[in-house]
């Protein structure tokens, strides 16, 4: 069966987006999105699917400014939206007297086909939701411990490696981060990349260390 991933993108205020031009792709912004998302692993994993919306402002050169997230349902999809509206940013076509002082809301709906989600309920991916929102401490945790790996005391790396295990963070989980991390660099998104990179790293990992030397100075 054919995996397909699907982003909707749904525009709020039609009435300030009828001023704005997509410079790029046939179907503009939409386009945009479809090319470009790399739906995170766990949401993918375990079916986390819905909308996301983003806030954001214009200047008069078509660059993004002001971008936060006003509804959530992951940090991780949460991050993917913001990424994704960063990366717009130089591609709009503002016409002159735009008020670049308004906000620009845009709902993007994350769903997957193909990945047995039909399979779930959505008690199964609330759950999920549950289980990740509990484990981003755990996680904080880890990268926290080997940002300041110099102040570890002894022995308490044994306690961190066995939160990594707890998480299921192994070298395949890792080497799926730099995967993600290099097609975000294909994409032009070098903060993106590096930020994966950098992920690998904090888990007390050398898998990232040729791209973060490369790319990321």
């Known amino acids: 069966m054919r995996k397909l991933i699907t982003i909707i993108l749904i525009f709020c205020c039609s009435a300030v987006m009828a001023q704005l031009q997509f410079k790029t792709g046939k179907d503009g912004f939409t386009s945009f999105l479809?090319?470009?998302t790399i739906y995170p692993a766990f949401s993918k994993s375990?079916?986390?699917?819905?909308?996301?919306?983003?806030?954001?402002?214009?200047?008069?050169?078509g660059r993004v400014y002001s971008s936060r997230v006003t509804?959530?349902?992951?940090?991780?999809?949460?991050?993917?939206?913001?990424?994704?509206?960063?990366?717009s940013s130089g591609k709009w076509?503002?016409?002159?007297?735009y008020d670049t002082t308004t906000a620009v809301v845009v709902p993007v709906n994350f769903k997957l086909s193909g990945y047995n989600c039909e399979r779930k309920s959505s008690k199964d991916?609330?759950?999920?939701?549950?289980?990740?929102q509990a484990e981003e401490g755990l996680t904080n945790s880890v990268i926290n411990f080997y940002k300041n790996i110099d102040k570890a005391k002894p022995g308490q790396?044994?306690?961190?490696?066995?939160i990594k295990n707890q998480l299921g963070i192994d070298d395949e989980y890792l080497q799926e981060r730099i995967n993600?991390?290099?097609k975000k660099i294909k994409q032009g998104d070098k903060q993106g990349a590096c930020e994966d990179f950098l992920f690998v790293k904090h888990m007390g990992s050398s898998l990232a260390d040729q791209y973060l030397a490369k790319y990321c100075k």
């Open 34 to 36: 479809r090319e470009n």
């Open 46 to 61: 375990n079916c986390v699917q819905g909308t996301v919306n983003i806030s954001f402002k214009l200047d008069k050169d």
């Open 71 to 87: 509804k959530s349902i992951l940090s991780e999809l949460d991050e993917e939206a913001l990424r994704l509206v960063r990366m």
């Open 93 to 97: 076509k503002v016409p002159a007297g």
């Open 125 to 132: 991916m609330q759950d999920a939701i549950r289980s990740y």
């Open 157 to 162: 790396e044994a306690q961190i490696i066995a």
């Open 180 to 182: 993600n991390g290099l």
